[in-house]
């Protein structure tokens, strides 16, 4: 079985063809991750720091949550297959994945165009 990320590349674009019930199941839990306004902004915040990789403690002072709160989310992330993880030392390095967000663009262009 795929992990969800995996699963967006072996699936056209939704405009082409309409996608399998295996392959909607694969794939919804990469687009239930990104559905949460903190971990899309987290996403965000990661993919354009520098060389795509930010510390956790470089994301703490972007919201007002719990650095708990901020774990949980960046660990939903990771677990989508749209971060990996990295500790140094105290601090724990995120680095997005560039793969599953490209796939996720092809998987969506085009629908409604």
Not at 68 to 89: D, F, N, V, W, Y
């Amino acid at each position: 079985m795929l992990e969800p990320a995996e699963a967006l590349a072996c699936c056209p674009p939704l405009a082409r063809e309409p996608m399998s019930a295996a392959a909607a199941e694969r794939i919804a839990p990469l687009l239930k991750a990104i559905a949460d306004p903190v971990r899309l902004r987290l996403l965000s915040l990661i993919a354009s720091h520098a060389d795509a990789e930010a510390c956790v403690c470089d994301l703490n002072d972007a919201f007002d949550l719990s650095q708990p709160t901020i774990s949980h989310h960046l660990k939903q992330l990771h677990a989508a297959g749209l971060l990996e993880r990295e500790k140094r030392g105290v601090w724990v390095y995120y680095r997005a994945v560039p793969g599953p967000l490209r796939d996720l663009a092809a998987l969506l262009g085009g629908v409604g165009a």
